[in-house]
C-alpha cells in the first residue's frame, strides 16, 4: 500500500509540477503580449493625444488617424476619453466623445457584451455609459433578457437612466433586485430634474432603500424644489427616515421658518436632537438661543458638541457662549462650551 | 520494546499523515474558492469604482489611527502615505504611545503639530492622554501624546478620540496604496453597514522604491528570508483569508491595515489590552457580539487593497515576530474556546475555530512531529523508511507545489506579470522552503505555544529600518 501511495504521491507531484511548469510558460508568454499590447496603447497616447486634444478642445477638423485599428488603440482612446471625461466638464467635448463612440467604438462594445467573461462584459456596460452609446440600447435591453448577473443589471439601470428614464423608472418599479442605498444614489444622481422629482413624489410606493437614497440625492441636488416634500417627511413615522429629511434639509442649507423644527429639540432620540442642533446654523441666533442653550445641556455629548458648535459660529457666538458659561450649572456643557470657545479664538 | 516502538512508529506516521492529507485537501478547496473569486474579477475595470466613489456623496468619513510605539524611523511616511489617500473625507490621529525615542518630536516638527484643549469622549477606558496636537499644515491630522499602555490601549485612545463612524487601523511602519482605503470600504460602503469590518491584503515592501509616501517600483528584495515571507503571505492570502471571507468565516483581519465600525468596536468593548493579539481578540469578540444580537452583519476580507508593510529581515527578528504571533493565536483560540464546537455560534464554532485550532494553532507541532518522524524513521529501517518518503512528499506538495502556485496563479490573476527573472527566483526559492524555511518557522512557532504555557510574554520589539530606507539595508 505504502509502495503504491509513493509511487502516487510522485505521479501526483509530477502532473502538478508540469501542469505549474506550463503554467509558468503561458504567464511569461502572456506576459510578453502584454507588454507588446501596452507598448502599442502607449505610442497610441504619444501620437495622437495632441491630435486628440486639438479634436476635442480646439475644434480642428476630425482626422482619420483617430480612429482606432485593434484593441491596444481602443485602450488608448478609452484612457484619453476617461481623463477628458473626468477632468473637463464641456458639453461639447461630452458630445465628441458620444459621437466618436457611437460610431467608432460601438462595434468593440457590442462584441464585448456577447463575451463568456464577466469581467469584459462589465468594462463593455462602463464604457457604454461613460461614453453615452445610446445607438447600444437596443442591444443592452436584448443583453438585459440573457441570464445576467445583479451588478450587470445594476449598470443596465444606469445606461436605461440616462438613455431612457422612463425605461428607467419602469425598471425600477418592477426589479425583483434590492441593490443598497449607496448604488440607489449612484444612480438618481444622474437623472435630470423633473424625472427625479416624479420618484420622489411616489415617496410612499418605493422600499426603504429607494426612499433613504431619494432623500439623499434631494439634499445633494441642492434644489429648493425638494424642501416642502421634505418637510413633509418631517412627520413620517419611520425615525430613520426623520432623521434623513433633517440631515437632508441641514444640507440644502434654506431654513424659511423654524417652528416645524422646534418640537425635535426635546426628541427622544439623540440623532434627531443632534440635527436639529446642525439646522440652527442656518437661522439667527437671536431665534434659536434658547433652544440651543437647552442642547448645550443634552445629556448625548455629541449634541452638546454640535450646539456649542452652532453658536461658535455665528457672529455673537462666542460671546453668548461666555454668558453661557457664566450662568449654566452644568459642568459637562459649561465643559463643552469652554473647549469650544478656546478653539475658536485659537482659529482666529 | 520493539514491538512497543512498531506501534508507537505506525500510530504517530498514522496521525502524521492523516493531518497532512486533511491540510492538504483543505487548501487544495479554499484554494480553488479563491481562484474562482479572483478570477471572475479577471481584467475588471477598477477605476469605474473608484471614480464613482470619490464624491463624499457616496462614501462615508474614516478616522485613519495609527498607533506608534518608537516608530520615529518609518511613522513620517506613513502619515504621508494616509495623506495621499484618494478618499473624500478622512482624519488622522497619530497616537504616541509613550515612545522612548523622537517619534513625538518628529511627528510635531515634520506636521506642524500646534497643542489643542480637546475633551476626549471617553467610549473605551484607557491610559491617560497627555496632550493633544492638531497640525498646521493639515487640519484633519491630529497627534495624541499619551502614557504607554501598549499597541491595543493606544488604538482604544484613537477610537475615543476619533469622530468619524468607521475608523481604519495602520501600522506605524505601513504603507497604503493611494485607493487601497476606497476599496477596503466598498464592502462596507455598498452592504450599506451590513459588513460592519473589513480588512485589506498587507503586502512585503522590503526592496519596494519610496517617495513621499508612495510606492512608486515594487522589486524582489535580495535577502532570500524576505522573499520566503513574500511567498508566504501570498499563500496565506490564497490559501484562506479570499474563501474564509466569501462565508464570514475570516477570525483574523490584520491590525495593519483594517476597517471596524466604531458603533461595533465600542459595543465589543474595543482592543483588548491583556492579550497579545489583539486584532484577532476584536474580531472575534464582534462576531460573538453578532451572534449575541442576532444581526446579519458580516466581516470581509478584500483581496485588493493593498498595504505595504516591513518583514523582517534577520532570523533573530523574525523568530521574535512569529512565536509572538502564534502565542497570540494560541491566547486568543483559548480564550474563546467555549465558542469551538458551540451550535450557538454557527459556522464559526463548527468550521472556522476548528479550523485554526488544528491547522494554524495546533498543525506546528504535527508538522515539526512529521520531520522528527522523518529524520527517526531513516534510522530504523527499511518499512519506516518507505513511511518517510511519504510524508516527504506530503512536504512537498503542502510546501512546494502550494507555494508555486500561489506565485503563478496571484501573477495571472492580479495581473501583476513579475519580471522573469523574479519569477524563476521565487519559484527556486520555492523549491528550498520545506528544508530551512519551513522547519525554521515550525520551531519558532511551536516555541510560541510553550510560551503561552509557561504564561511569558516579554516580547523584544522589532528593530526597523523604515520602508524607504530599506533599498539601501537590503
Redesign the interface.
Given at each position: 500500500m505504502?509502495?503504491l501511495?509513493?509511487s502516487f504521491?510522485?505521479t501526483?507531484?509530477v502532473v502538478?509540477?508540469v501542469i505549474?511548469f506550463l503554467?509558468?510558460i503561458y504567464?511569461?508568454f502572456?506576459?510578453q503580449r502584454?507588454i507588446r499590447f501596452s507598448n502599442t496603447r502607449d505610442t497610441f497616447l504619444q501620437n495622437h493625444s495632441q491630435h486628440w486634444y486639438n479634436y476635442l478642445m480646439n475644434d480642428e477638423i476630425f482626422s482619420v488617424v483617430l480612429v482606432p485599428r485593434g484593441r491596444a488603440q481602443v485602450a488608448a482612446i478609452e484612457k484619453i476619453f476617461?481623463s477628458y471625461l473626468?477632468n473637463i466638464m464641456d458639453e461639447k467635448v461630452e458630445h465628441k466623445i458620444k459621437e466618436f463612440s457611437n460610431l467608432y467604438l460601438k462595434k468593440f462594445y457590442e462584441k464585448d457584451l456577447s463575451s463568456k467573461?464577466?469581467?469584459?462584459r462589465?468594462?463593455a456596460l462602463?464604457r457604454i455609459a461613460?461614453f453615452q452609446i445610446d445607438e447600444l440600447l437596443d442591444t443592452c435591453q436584448q443583453f438585459e433578457k440573457d441570464k445576467i448577473s445583479e451588478g450587470e443589471y445594476f449598470q443596465l439601470l444606469k445606461i436605461y437612466s440616462t438613455f431612457q428614464p422612463e425605461l428607467f423608472i419602469e425598471k425600477i418599479k418592477e426589479s425583483s433586485v434590492n441593490y443598497?442605498?449607496?448604488?440607489y444614489?449612484?444612480l438618481f444622481?444622474l437623472l435630470e430634474d423633473d424625472v427625479f422629482i416624479r420618484l420622489f413624489e411616489e415617496f410612499d410606493s418605493w422600499n426603504k432603500?429607494i426612499q433613504l437614497a431619494s432623500i439623499?440625492t434631494a439634499a445633494?441636488k441642492r434644489n429648493m424644489q425638494y424642501i416642502d416634500k421634505l418637510k413633509q417627511l418631517l412627520t413620517h413615522e419611520v425615525s430613520e427616515i426623520k432623521i434623513r429629511a433633517l440631515k437632508g434639509l441641514y444640507e440644502i442649507g434654506v431654513i424659511d421658518e423654524i417652528d416645524p423644527y422646534v418640537p425635535f429639540v426635546k426628541s427622544d432620540m439623540w440623532e434627531v436632537r443632534l440635527m436639529v442642533a446642525k439646522i440652527f446654523k442656518h437661522v439667527p441666533l437671536n431665534y434659536t438661543y434658547a433652544y440651543l442653550e437647552l442642547l448645550l445641556e443634552d445629556e448625548n455629548?455629541w449634541v452638546r458638541s454640535q450646539a456649542a458648535k452652532t453658536m461658535a459660529e455665528n457672529r455673537e457666538g462666542i460671546a453668548k457662549l461666555q454668558q453661557f458659561m457664566e450662568s449654566s450649572n452644568d459642568q459637562y456643557a459649561i465643559?463643552?462650551a469652554?473647549?469650544t470657545v478656546?478653539?475658536r479664538q485659537?482659529i482666529k | 520494546m520493539r514491538l512497543f516502538l512498531d506501534y508507537c512508529m505506525w500510530f504517530f506516521g498514522g496521525i502524521i499523515m492523516f493531518y497532512m492529507l486533511f491540510v492538504i485537501v483543505s487548501y487544495c478547496a479554499m484554494f480553488v474558492i479563491a481562484m474562482l473569486d479572483l478570477r471572475k474579477r479577471y481584467k475588471l475595470d477598477p477605476s469605474e469604482y473608484d471614480d464613482a466613489h470619490i464624491d463624499a456623496f457616496y462614501s462615508k468619513p474614516v478616522s485613519l489611527l495609527v498607533p506608534a510605539y518608537n516608530e520615529e524611523v518609518g511613522v513620517v511616511d506613513t502619515v504621508y502615505s494616509l495623506l495621499n489617500l484618494r478618499y473624500p473625507q478622512t482624519e488622522i490621529i497619530i497616537i504616541n504611545d509613550g515612545s522612548t525615542d523622537t517619534t513625538l518630536q518628529t511627528v510635531i516638527e515634520h506636521f506642524r503639530m500646534k497643542p489643542v484643549d480637546k475633551i476626549v469622549h471617553t467610549n473605551i477606558p484607557s491610559k491617560q492622554v497627555k496632550q493633544i496636537y492638531e497640525s498646521e499644515i493639515y487640519k484633519n491630522c491630529i497627534l495624541v501624546d499619551k502614557e504607554n499602555g501598549g499597541k491595543a490601549d493606544a488604538l482604544n485612545v484613537g477610537i475615543n478620540v476619533s469622530q468619524y463612524p468607521y475608523f481604519c487601523s495602520i501600522d506605524g511602519d505601513s504603507i497604503l496604496d493611494e485607493k487601497s482605503l476606497l476599496r477596503v470600504m466598498k464592502p462596507i460602503i455598498l452592504s450599506d453597514g451590513e459588513v460592519i469590518a473589513a480588512g485589506g491584503n498587507i503586502r512585503i515592501a522590503n526592496g519596494a522604491k519610496m517617495q513621499l509616501g508612495s510606492v512608486t517600483e515594487t522589486h524582489l528584495p535580495n535577502n532570500y528570508l524576505v522573499i520566503m515571507q513574500i511567498i508566504e503571505y501570498l499563500r496565506a492570502f490564497l490559501m484562506g483569508r479570499i474563501a474564509l471571507s466569501k462565508f464570514n468565516l475570516v477570525l483574523i483581519i490584520s491590525g495593519a491595515f483594517s476597517v471596524f465600525s466604531k458603533k461595533w468596536a465600542v459595543e465589543a468593548g474595543g482592543y483588548s489590552t491583556n492579550i497579545i493579539g489583539e486584532d484577532m481578540e476584536l474580531v472575534v469578540n464582534i462576531h460573538r457580539l453578532i451572534r449575541k444580537k442576532k444581526e446579519k452583519k458580516r466581516i470581509e476580507f478584500v483581496p485588493d487593497p493593498v498595504c505595504w508593510t516591513e518583514a523582517p529581515q534577520t532570523l533573530g527578528v523574525l523568530r521574535n515576530q512569529r512565536r509572538r504571533w502564534h502565542q497570540g493565536l494560541f491566547e486568543s483560540l483559548w480564550k474563546h474556546k467555549s465558542m469551538t464546537f458551540n451550535p450557538k455560534y454557527g459556522l464559526i464554532g463548527f468550521i472556522s475555530l476548528p479550523y485554526f485550532w488544528l491547522v494554524e494553532c495546533l498543525g506546528p507541532i504535527v508538522e515539526l512531529g512529521g520531520y522528527i518522524y522523518i529524520v527517526v524513521a531513516f534510522f530504523l529501517g527499511k518499512i519506516y523508511y518507505e513511511m518517510a518518503i511519504v510524508l516527504l512528499l506530503l512536504f512537498v506538495i503542502y510546501g512546494v507545489i502550494f507555494s508555486i502556485a500561489s506565485i503563478l496563479f496571484e501573477a495571472w490573476s492580479l495581473n501583476t506579470y513579475p519580471r522573469k527573472r523574479e519569477l524563476l527566483r521565487m519559484i527556486f526559492l520555492s523549491f528550498t522552503e520545506i528544508f530551512w524555511y519551513r522547519p525554521l518557522t515550525l520551531l519558532w512557532r511551536c516555541e510560541g505555544l510553550i510560551r503561552f504555557v509557561l504564561r511569558k510574554s516579554d516580547w523584544g520589539n522589532m528593530k526597523r529600518v523604515g520602508i524607504a530606507e530599506k533599498e539601501k539595508s537590503v
Amino acid at each position: 500500500m505504502i509502495e503504491l501511495s509513493i509511487s502516487f504521491l510522485l505521479t501526483a507531484i509530477v502532473v502538478f509540477l508540469v501542469i505549474l511548469f506550463l503554467f509558468a510558460i503561458y504567464l511569461l508568454f502572456q506576459h510578453q503580449r502584454e507588454i507588446r499590447f501596452s507598448n502599442t496603447r502607449d505610442t497610441f497616447l504619444q501620437n495622437h493625444s495632441q491630435h486628440w486634444y486639438n479634436y476635442l478642445m480646439n475644434d480642428e477638423i476630425f482626422s482619420v488617424v483617430l480612429v482606432p485599428r485593434g484593441r491596444a488603440q481602443v485602450a488608448a482612446i478609452e484612457k484619453i476619453f476617461s481623463s477628458y471625461l473626468k477632468n473637463i466638464m464641456d458639453e461639447k467635448v461630452e458630445h465628441k466623445i458620444k459621437e466618436f463612440s457611437n460610431l467608432y467604438l460601438k462595434k468593440f462594445y457590442e462584441k464585448d457584451l456577447s463575451s463568456k467573461r464577466w469581467s469584459i462584459r462589465m468594462n463593455a456596460l462602463y464604457r457604454i455609459a461613460d461614453f453615452q452609446i445610446d445607438e447600444l440600447l437596443d442591444t443592452c435591453q436584448q443583453f438585459e433578457k440573457d441570464k445576467i448577473s445583479e451588478g450587470e443589471y445594476f449598470q443596465l439601470l444606469k445606461i436605461y437612466s440616462t438613455f431612457q428614464p422612463e425605461l428607467f423608472i419602469e425598471k425600477i418599479k418592477e426589479s425583483s433586485v434590492n441593490y443598497s442605498e449607496s448604488e440607489y444614489r449612484r444612480l438618481f444622481v444622474l437623472l435630470e430634474d423633473d424625472v427625479f422629482i416624479r420618484l420622489f413624489e411616489e415617496f410612499d410606493s418605493w422600499n426603504k432603500n429607494i426612499q433613504l437614497a431619494s432623500i439623499d440625492t434631494a439634499a445633494v441636488k441642492r434644489n429648493m424644489q425638494y424642501i416642502d416634500k421634505l418637510k413633509q417627511l418631517l412627520t413620517h413615522e419611520v425615525s430613520e427616515i426623520k432623521i434623513r429629511a433633517l440631515k437632508g434639509l441641514y444640507e440644502i442649507g434654506v431654513i424659511d421658518e423654524i417652528d416645524p423644527y422646534v418640537p425635535f429639540v426635546k426628541s427622544d432620540m439623540w440623532e434627531v436632537r443632534l440635527m436639529v442642533a446642525k439646522i440652527f446654523k442656518h437661522v439667527p441666533l437671536n431665534y434659536t438661543y434658547a433652544y440651543l442653550e437647552l442642547l448645550l445641556e443634552d445629556e448625548n455629548w455629541w449634541v452638546r458638541s454640535q450646539a456649542a458648535k452652532t453658536m461658535a459660529e455665528n457672529r455673537e457666538g462666542i460671546a453668548k457662549l461666555q454668558q453661557f458659561m457664566e450662568s449654566s450649572n452644568d459642568q459637562y456643557a459649561i465643559e463643552m462650551a469652554q473647549e469650544t470657545v478656546v478653539r475658536r479664538q485659537g482659529i482666529k | 520494546m520493539r514491538l512497543f516502538l512498531d506501534y508507537c512508529m505506525w500510530f504517530f506516521g498514522g496521525i502524521i499523515m492523516f493531518y497532512m492529507l486533511f491540510v492538504i485537501v483543505s487548501y487544495c478547496a479554499m484554494f480553488v474558492i479563491a481562484m474562482l473569486d479572483l478570477r471572475k474579477r479577471y481584467k475588471l475595470d477598477p477605476s469605474e469604482y473608484d471614480d464613482a466613489h470619490i464624491d463624499a456623496f457616496y462614501s462615508k468619513p474614516v478616522s485613519l489611527l495609527v498607533p506608534a510605539y518608537n516608530e520615529e524611523v518609518g511613522v513620517v511616511d506613513t502619515v504621508y502615505s494616509l495623506l495621499n489617500l484618494r478618499y473624500p473625507q478622512t482624519e488622522i490621529i497619530i497616537i504616541n504611545d509613550g515612545s522612548t525615542d523622537t517619534t513625538l518630536q518628529t511627528v510635531i516638527e515634520h506636521f506642524r503639530m500646534k497643542p489643542v484643549d480637546k475633551i476626549v469622549h471617553t467610549n473605551i477606558p484607557s491610559k491617560q492622554v497627555k496632550q493633544i496636537y492638531e497640525s498646521e499644515i493639515y487640519k484633519n491630522c491630529i497627534l495624541v501624546d499619551k502614557e504607554n499602555g501598549g499597541k491595543a490601549d493606544a488604538l482604544n485612545v484613537g477610537i475615543n478620540v476619533s469622530q468619524y463612524p468607521y475608523f481604519c487601523s495602520i501600522d506605524g511602519d505601513s504603507i497604503l496604496d493611494e485607493k487601497s482605503l476606497l476599496r477596503v470600504m466598498k464592502p462596507i460602503i455598498l452592504s450599506d453597514g451590513e459588513v460592519i469590518a473589513a480588512g485589506g491584503n498587507i503586502r512585503i515592501a522590503n526592496g519596494a522604491k519610496m517617495q513621499l509616501g508612495s510606492v512608486t517600483e515594487t522589486h524582489l528584495p535580495n535577502n532570500y528570508l524576505v522573499i520566503m515571507q513574500i511567498i508566504e503571505y501570498l499563500r496565506a492570502f490564497l490559501m484562506g483569508r479570499i474563501a474564509l471571507s466569501k462565508f464570514n468565516l475570516v477570525l483574523i483581519i490584520s491590525g495593519a491595515f483594517s476597517v471596524f465600525s466604531k458603533k461595533w468596536a465600542v459595543e465589543a468593548g474595543g482592543y483588548s489590552t491583556n492579550i497579545i493579539g489583539e486584532d484577532m481578540e476584536l474580531v472575534v469578540n464582534i462576531h460573538r457580539l453578532i451572534r449575541k444580537k442576532k444581526e446579519k452583519k458580516r466581516i470581509e476580507f478584500v483581496p485588493d487593497p493593498v498595504c505595504w508593510t516591513e518583514a523582517p529581515q534577520t532570523l533573530g527578528v523574525l523568530r521574535n515576530q512569529r512565536r509572538r504571533w502564534h502565542q497570540g493565536l494560541f491566547e486568543s483560540l483559548w480564550k474563546h474556546k467555549s465558542m469551538t464546537f458551540n451550535p450557538k455560534y454557527g459556522l464559526i464554532g463548527f468550521i472556522s475555530l476548528p479550523y485554526f485550532w488544528l491547522v494554524e494553532c495546533l498543525g506546528p507541532i504535527v508538522e515539526l512531529g512529521g520531520y522528527i518522524y522523518i529524520v527517526v524513521a531513516f534510522f530504523l529501517g527499511k518499512i519506516y523508511y518507505e513511511m518517510a518518503i511519504v510524508l516527504l512528499l506530503l512536504f512537498v506538495i503542502y510546501g512546494v507545489i502550494f507555494s508555486i502556485a500561489s506565485i503563478l496563479f496571484e501573477a495571472w490573476s492580479l495581473n501583476t506579470y513579475p519580471r522573469k527573472r523574479e519569477l524563476l527566483r521565487m519559484i527556486f526559492l520555492s523549491f528550498t522552503e520545506i528544508f530551512w524555511y519551513r522547519p525554521l518557522t515550525l520551531l519558532w512557532r511551536c516555541e510560541g505555544l510553550i510560551r503561552f504555557v509557561l504564561r511569558k510574554s516579554d516580547w523584544g520589539n522589532m528593530k526597523r529600518v523604515g520602508i524607504a530606507e530599506k533599498e539601501k539595508s537590503v
